[in-house]
Every structure is written in C-alpha cells, then in structure tokens.
C-alpha cells in the first residue's frame, strides 16, 4: 500500500503558560478530532490526553507547548499530541508513570493517564532538562499495521509569520520510501508556496528516485521563488538511501549497528532558477537507521550522543528535542526525522 504524509496537513502549536490555555487546546484536538471522524469515545480519550499532558506542564514546568495535528503515519487515520517543556525534568521516571504516584501532592494520574489512553506514547526527560511525551491515539480499533517508516517532523514560522516557508513530505510503498525537505526563498506566503509545489511534485512523481525527483521538483518551483530542496529514496530491498540535495538542507544518516553519523552532501543552486548540478549519493540504510533533514532554520552544531537514548525513542521526540534546542529563531524552522522500521520486511519484487 502506498501512502503520502506531509507539511501540507496542518498542526497547531499552543502555549501553554496558564489554566486557560488547558481548554483552548483541548477544543483544538476536539476540532480536528471531529474532522477526522472519530468516535465520541475516542475524541474523549483525546480530550484526556491533552487535559493531562497540558496540566503537568504547568504543574511541574509552569509553561511549555502542545503541538497537534494529523497521525504523522500512512497507516491510517489518526492524531498525534506533542508536550514540551524545559522544566526539573523527571528524575524516576518509571514511578511517575506508575497511577498514585506524584512529586506534587496530586493524586498522580496523569502521567499514568497519558500512557494507558495512547495508542502509542513515549517520553523523554533528564534531570534538569525538561521533558517531551509523545503520544498517538487512531481513529479506528484495532490499531492499523505500522507502513516501513517512522516519522516525526516539526516546523514552524519565524515570528509574525502564520505560514511556514519550509515544507516536508514522506511517501512509503512495500520497497520503500521517498523523502522531500524544502525550504523556500525568505518566509511568508510566497515561500510557503514554493514548499508547497515541492510537496506536490512527490504525490505527481511516484516511482522517481532521488535525483529524478529533484528535476521533477526543479521544473515545479520555476514560477515561484525558488527553494532549497532534498530528496531520498529509501530502498528496503538494496537496504540503501540515496540523496541528492541542492541548497541549504542539513542532513544525516545514523546507522544504529555502527553507531556512525554520516552527513547527506548537497550541491550550491536554488531548486527552480539555478540548479547546476544534481549528484545522487548512496549510504547504507539497514532496519533501524535514522534519516535526519533540517532547514538552516536549525543550529547545525546538535550532537545526540548528548542526549543520552534519544536516538532510541520515537523520531517525533528527537525532532521536538532538536527543534527545542537548536531552533534559531530568526527564521522559519522545519525537521524531518525518518526511522526505518526494525521489524518490518515489506514486499518482494
């Protein structure tokens, strides 16, 4: 089965600094939940999900933020909810997950609450750095089948921007998957633009490898203002990535067996008006590896040997983490973390 996810679904991102703002992201997860068509059982587990995860941010933290939006996943239909904040952190973890246990004098539900109403949840914290949970719950019961990759990726306007000139899309069939970052020229409405086409030259492209896609998305972005632009393509089969970039895209590849960051290299131009050369390279890519692709709206100095299991959770933790820490501020941000599945075989040719 073949499935397209991308920038182009909307996600809010709430502050959360007061009572009040408990409410107004939970009526934002009711919305998008009755969009989708969940059940009323359902988008009231929902509801308790973001109630908790917003309370224990301003009970243990005192402000933080809540990003939800549409499953990140083309296994089905779902929404995923993600807490950040940069709080004392949780120094025992494993018993503040436990139901009755609280460093605050509360009844401790909601850390427990968070983990038995998610389909699919999980956390990282250190003592001193804050803490991000993450957690999916679908639509429909029983649980979809999980497609070949995880993903997670966050993006955000610089400030007095609503619209995000970085953009980001995964496509996954049974061989593999096809990955597209973009960041369009400036910010603002005509950058958004340009990110937007890239996205749509992948859903028009299926089949391309990287470099073709790069031409494909070349030939899109030539009425608007351009962009910075990278592709991939994973390939279960040949257990390889290939990439091909032009402009200003960071990216790596983390092999888990050898522990080993590789970085994507990407050629000067802009995708759309001056594209001098497309290269495709090609890296090992076994069951396990990470994918990790960034706008300069990102620090290019993040390490995550200093984020002691991070590698380990969910891609959607590790692109909170590096957008929380490593976020510059003055300009539009975006990250695309891709982590092959371990157990997942797909179908032979």
């Not at 436990?98 to 605050?104: E, N």
């Not at 610089?158 to 995000?164: N, P, T």
């Not at 070349?218 to 962009?227: K, N, V």
């Not at 632009?229 to 279960?236: E, K, N, Q």
Request: aromatic fraction near 4%; include cysteine; hydrophobic fraction near 45%.
């Amino acid at each position: 089965m073949e499935t397209l996810i991308s920038s182009l679904a909307r996600q809010e991102v709430h502050a959360i600094n007061h009572a009040s703002d408990v409410s107004a992201v939970r009526r934002s997860g009711q919305k998008l939940a009755d969009a989708l068509g969940f059940s009323e059982t359902r988008t009231g587990q929902l509801a308790l999900i973001i109630t908790e995860a917003a309370t224990n941010i301003l009970k243990h933290a005192g402000e933080g933020e809540i990003h939800v939006g549409p499953a990140q996943s083309g296994a089905g239909v779902g929404i995923d909810v993600l807490a950040l904040d940069n709080g004392p952190g949780i120094a025992d973890l494993a018993a503040c997950l436990v139901d009755g246990v609280s460093s605050t004098g509360t009844a401790g539900t909601g850390l427990g609450a968070l983990r038995r109403l998610a389909d699919e949840f999980d956390v990282y914290t250190r003592p001193g750095a804050g803490a991000a949970f993450f957690m999916r719950i679908w639509r429909d019961v029983p649980s979809p089948e999980p497609c070949g990759v995880e993903v997670g990726a966050l993006w955000a306007p610089v400030a007095g921007e609503e619209e995000c000139g970085d953009g980001w899309a995964v496509r996954c069939d049974d061989h593999g998957a096809m990955l597209l970052a973009s960041d369009g020229l400036g910010h603002g409405p005509e950058a958004a633009r340009a990110s937007a086409c890239a996205v749509r030259a992948l859903e028009a492209h299926k089949g391309a490898q990287a470099g073709e896609l790069m031409h494909a998305v070349h030939d899109a972005l030539r009425p608007t203002r351009g962009a910075a632009v990278a592709t991939a393509r994973i390939d279960f089969d040949a257990g390889e990535l290939r990439f091909a970039g032009v402009g200003n895209i960071a990216g790596c590849v983390l092999e888990m067996r050898d522990d080993k960051r590789r970085a994507l290299v990407s050629h000067n131009g802009i995708v759309g008006h001056n594209m001098r050369k497309v290269q495709e390279f090609a890296l090992p890519f076994s069951p396990g590896a990470l994918c990790i692709m960034h706008s300069d709206g990102i620090q290019t100095q993040w390490d995550l040997d200093k984020y002691p299991g991070l590698a380990g959770r969910s891609p959607a933790l590790i692109a909170a983490m590096l957008m929380r820490d490593f976020i510059r501020r003055r300009d539009d941000a975006m990250v695309l973390v891709v982590r092959r599945h371990a157990s997942y075989v797909g179908a032979r040719r």
